[in-house]
């Protein structure tokens, strides 16, 4: 079992930026890949990017690739997204998410383990 607690987000500018934490506890966390999704109203639940078990490897949205930084740190159960030059079209509800294996996976029916979701929302 894992437990998967985000915090961030909140009211941001376009243009600006945000960081969104996650940490973890429950079982080894250094074992799943982690990612993060986000659902907009009335959209489906959709990819935002993915981290590896020791974060060697990274894989992002074509939507969010250049302007956000997934990161984790195992020694603290902690995985980050950095979001920079936000946009009206990344207003979304955001989601950490743990895989139910280590290795890259993207969709969300391979994410075993689910936070509460952040909101985030973006004004022009």
């Known amino acids: 079992q894992v437990v998967l607690v985000e915090s961030g987000g909140g009211l941001v500018q376009a243009g600006g930026s945000s960081r969104l934490s996650c940490v973890a506890s429950?079982?080894?966390?250094?074992?799943?890949?982690m990612g993060w999704f986000r659902q907009a109203p009335g959209k489906e639940r959709e990819f935002v990017a993915a981290?590896?078990?020791?974060?060697?490897?990274?894989r992002y949205a074509d939507s969010v690739k250049g302007r956000f930084t997934i990161s984790r740190d195992n020694a603290k159960n902690t995985v980050a997204l950095q979001m920079n030059d936000l946009n009206p079209e990344d207003t979304a509800i955001y989601y950490c998410?743990?895989?139910?294996?280590?290795?890259?996976?993207?969709?969300?029916?391979?994410?075993?383990?689910w936070g509460q979701g952040t909101q985030v929302t973006v004004s022009s």
């Open positions: 998410a743990a895989a139910t294996s280590s290795m890259m996976v993207f969709t969300t029916w391979q994410y075993a383990y």
């Open positions: 429950g079982r080894t966390f250094s074992t799943n890949t």
């Open positions: 981290i590896s078990r020791f974060g060697g490897s990274t």
